[in-house]
Each structure stands twice: as C-alpha cells, then as structure tokens.
C-alpha cells in the first residue's frame, strides 16, 4: 500500500505561481512513476504531469509543458508540481498518484491516488 498527501493549493490570481506538494508513504519502493492529473468542474480528470520514480525522466501534456515542473525529492517521499503562470482554465482539483507499472499517460496504470487539492485560478 502506498499513502498519498497533497497540498498546496488556493486561489491565485492569473498569472501567478503555486507550488503542490505530495507526500509519498508505505511501499513507496515498488513505484514505477508519480503523476499528477487534473479534474474541471463538468470534465473527465485528465494528466497533467508525470516523473519517472528511478531515474528523472519527466512527462507533460501539452496544454502545462512550459509553464509546470514535476520533480521529486532525492529521498523519493515527495513530488512536487511547480505551476507557473497560472490561468483560469487552470481551475481544478489536483490529484496525485502512484503507478506501479504501465503507460505514464494513462490514468488507469495508477494504483494509488491521493484525496485532491483545489486550485482556483481568477482573472
């Protein structure tokens, strides 16, 4: 089992920064990578970022890669979202999540999920 802990969200103003925080616990040495997703009012949650647990291999979508870094801790206990520039579309809850093997995009290879945090972006 694996213990997932986010927080670091709030609400900004756009164009301001926030940074998320995960805290991983439990057997956190099986992990094949950490992601975060994202889930709007009235949309399906979609992936948003993503780093590989060994090594420091890290995945964006297209619609953050520019303006948001994943990194974790050398301790691997904690992975942290950066988010820059932050815009109304934006405004969701941010989860974290665990994968213990299978594509890094895809939500379904994710295991373990944390409870959410909320980000509101305002104009």
């Given amino acids: 089992q694996v213990q ?3 927080s670091g969200g709030g609400l900004v103003q756009a164009g301001d ?8 616990s ?7 990578a950490m992601g975060w997703f994202r889930q709007a009012p009235g949309k399906a949650r979609e992936f ?3 780093v590989r647990w060994s090594g420091s291999s890290t995945y964006y979508s297209d619609s953050v890669k520019g303006r948001f870094t994943i990194s ?18 934006d405004t969701a809850i941010y989860s974290c999540a665990c994968s ?3 594509s890094i995009y895809d939500q379904g290879s994710y295991n ?12």
Avoid: F, I
Wanted: glycine share 8%.
């Fill in 48 to 50: 948003v970022a993503a």
């Fill in 72 to 89: 974790r801790d050398n301790a691997k206990t904690t992975v942290y979202l950066q988010m820059n520039s932050l815009q109304p579309e």
């Fill in 4 to 6: 997932l802990v986010e």
């Fill in 26 to 32: 439990g057997r956190t040495y099986n992990n094949h």
């Fill in 17 to 24: 920064s926030l940074r998320l925080s995960c805290a991983a």
């Fill in 112 to 123: 373990y999920w944390g409870q959410g945090t909320q980000v509101t972006v305002s104009s």
């Fill in 100 to 102: 213990l093997s299978g």
